[in-house]
């Protein structure tokens, strides 16, 4: 006999919907108010700064000027801002289990989910 | 398409429109990519140097054809509306079209808000060079949101018809810039001696790197099998559609790199929110300032506009199959579209354009992007063990099969390395709302769902069940 799901009332769908915009919201927000997202791009500038030192030769001086900034002192932070790609293999282990462990328990319970389909849909395996 | 009755008893249910062709798949699909050339793969040659960022366009290149052939296999044979999510229904079951269908909402909704940072980033550049340094962004972003909703709110045809326009003239855009910079046309020289001299800033380790925004190159070109069910032939439009569509973008791509490297130093490039417009800057040229301003603001449009349509599709098919309140799979009975689902989404982009940065907003698209590729793989895999070739006729059937299937998923483990490398607190924090999201359709809300009704083809039983 076909499954024959509950009816949900408004307050029930409401709820439901409230619940995945606050997931969404939280966890992608969550880190950003933290300040614990983002890049670790940080600036090294250097002191008395000229275009040269800046290792800018004269094309790419040019260009620095066609973009609006003539001033080295002011390309500073950007052209000595680097990412620092030092990582923990612990964070790297823990991201791996979590990428990992979501697909193998997404693919088990939906593999669970979808005989039930099957089953409804074509009958019980013989 | 006129309504269809149902069986007896049923009332009249109706259906999307079919009304499309291959130029529109190919608009839908490159329309929501082509502003990955306009702005954000340039991240990728801040996060790894010049000959990175062009390593990771042409890795991103070979993902995303890997993806382009896998989607258009399945994507001919599953013509539903909702894309990799009707084909994650029928191939691995409810839970894991639950989440392929956040991913499809997810990416294309933050898609859509960095197009709006983007369009309120370059009115205020322009502001700028005008003498009216300062502009306030948000009003524009909201507006450049609410009009291209309206419009899919009103009508597929007329909105896909807009993006085959527009995004005509954005390509048209990038190759005018490359041809014009070729014949001389820019007062400063093109200057790749930082191929040479600081060819690599981070060492290898960059290349890797540079791959998380590589694929902003391309991201949203499996966006064309959304529109599965209102094409007028899915087995013939789609992978036409998809596969001109990549071929598309490989070519803007590498012309971007190309121009973009050549006239703006890699340093000021790898942080830039409108590489094209600054590459035509330098040029010095007007017209071509001119040109590429109306590319980044089109190619911005066609994208969000196009993501509006993507996103909405897919929590359309949610809330029709109860995996979401059914309150959301109604459709305009006089436009025909999936109203609700379309002004549902709209607050959420809003949230997200206004309020967080550009690369942060990219990297939750990306990353939503690069989960949904990753299920292709198994996905693919299942699908031609559970319906072998001889059982059901596929639309189109990718070769060399199963060797795109292997290099996307090293290529899809190399891309969470790359973002690791930098956004790792985004990575672990966007895995965490999967599993919990997973967690509670798993088992509250699939309570709802009618378990018969998730199997609509008509194909016979999957082998091994």
């Known amino acids: 006999m076909a499954y024959k799901p509950p009816k949900q009332g408004l307050a029930g769908q409401i709820f439901d919907v409230l619940t995945l915009l606050v997931l969404t919201v939280g966890a992608l927000y969550i880190p950003l108010y933290l300040g614990l997202a983002g890049a670790a791009k940080v600036p090294n500038p250097i ?80 | 398409m006129a309504n269809v009755t149902s069986t007896a008893g049923e009332p009249e249910r109706l259906q999307l429109l079919r009304v499309l062709g291959p130029a529109h798949i190919w608009a839908l699909g490159v329309g929501i990519v082509l502003v ?66 956040l991913f499809l909402v997810m990416a294309y909704t933050m898609l859509e808000a960095a197009n709006a940072i983007t369009v309120g980033f370059l009115l205020d550049t322009v502001a700028g060079m005008q ?11 909201i507006l450049a949101i609410m009009f291209l909703a309206w419009l899919n709110y009103r009508g597929v045809l007329a909105t896909l018809t807009f993006n085959l326009v527009i995004t005509a003239v954005a390509f048209l855009a990038i190759i005018t810039l490359f041809v014009s910079v070729q014949f001389g046309a820019s007062n400063v020289p093109l200057d790749f001696s930082a191929v040479t001299t600081d060819p690599l800033p981070y060492g290898w380790v960059g290349i890797v790197a540079a791959l ?23 087995a013939r439009s789609l992978p036409y559609g998809t596969m001109a569509g990549i071929m598309t973008l490989l070519i803007a791509a590498t012309m971007t790199w190309y121009v973009c490297s050549g006239l703006v130093p890699w340093e000021y490039l790898g942080q830039a929110g409108t590489p094209l ?33 993507d996103a909405s599709r897919a929590w359309f098919s949610m809330g029709r199959d109860r995996y979401l309140p059914s309150w959301f799979g109604a459709v305009h ?11 549902f989404l709209v607050p959420i982009a809003l949230i997200f354009a206004l309020g967080a940065p550009l690369d942060q907003v990219v990297t939750f698209s990306i990353l939503s992007g690069l989960l949904g590729y990753t299920f292709m793989t198994f996905n693919m895999v299942m699908f031609r063990n559970k319906w072998p070739l001889d059982t059901i006729k596929r639309g189109y059937v990718h070769p060399f099969h199963p060797l795109p299937t292997i290099v996307l ?3 899809c483990s190399t891309a969470y390395f790359a973002v690791f490398l930098g956004y790792g607190t985004q990575l672990s924090a966007m895995m965490c709302f999967y ?31």
């Open chain 2, 212 to 234: 998380h925004f590589g694929l902003w190159y391309y991201l949203g070109i499996e966006g064309t099998c959304q529109a599965a069910e209102e094409v007028r032939s899915p």
């Open chain 1, 47 to 126: 002191a008395n700064p000229t275009w040269e030192a800046l290792g800018q030769n004269a094309t790419e001086q040019q260009q620095w000027a066609a973009l609006g900034i003539t001033d080295p002192a002011a390309a500073n932070d950007i052209i000595t801002a680097r990412f620092d790609y030092s990582f923990s293999w612990v964070a790297l282990i823990v991201m791996a289990v979590l990428v990992i462990g979501y697909f193998v328990m997404v693919v088990r319970l939906s593999d669970k989910e979808y005989r039930e389909v099957i089953e409804e849909r074509f009958g019980k395996k013989p």
């Open chain 2, 409 to 411: 998923l090293i290529l």
């Open chain 2, 36 to 101: 990955g050339e306009y702005m954000g793969w340039n991240f990728s040659v801040g996060k790894g140097g010049m000959i990175a960022g062009l390593v990771a366009c042409w890795v991103a290149g070979l993902l995303y054809t890997c993806v382009a052939m896998i989607d258009s296999e399945v994507t001919s044979t599953v013509a539903a509306a909702g894309g990799q999510y009707a084909q994650a229904k029928h191939i691995v079951g409810p839970l894991m079209a639950f989440n392929v269908g």
């Open chain 2, 131 to 141: 003498g009216h340094s300062g502009l306030n962004q948000q009003p524009f972003i």
């Open chain 2, 333 to 343: 009975p006089v436009y025909r579209t999936p109203y609700r689902a379309i002004v």
């Open chain 2, 435 to 465: 599993i919990v999201a997973s967690l509670w359709f798993h088992f509250r809300r699939y309570q709802f769902v009618r378990r018969g009704d998730q199997f609509t083809m008509p194909w016979p039983k999957p082998v091994g069940y």
């Open chain 2, 277 to 309: 417009f600054d590459a035509a800057r330098v040029t010095g040229s007007t017209g071509l300032m001119i040109l590429l301003f109306v590319g980044t603001t089109f190619a911005t449009l066609a994208s969000a506009n196009g993501c509006i349509n």
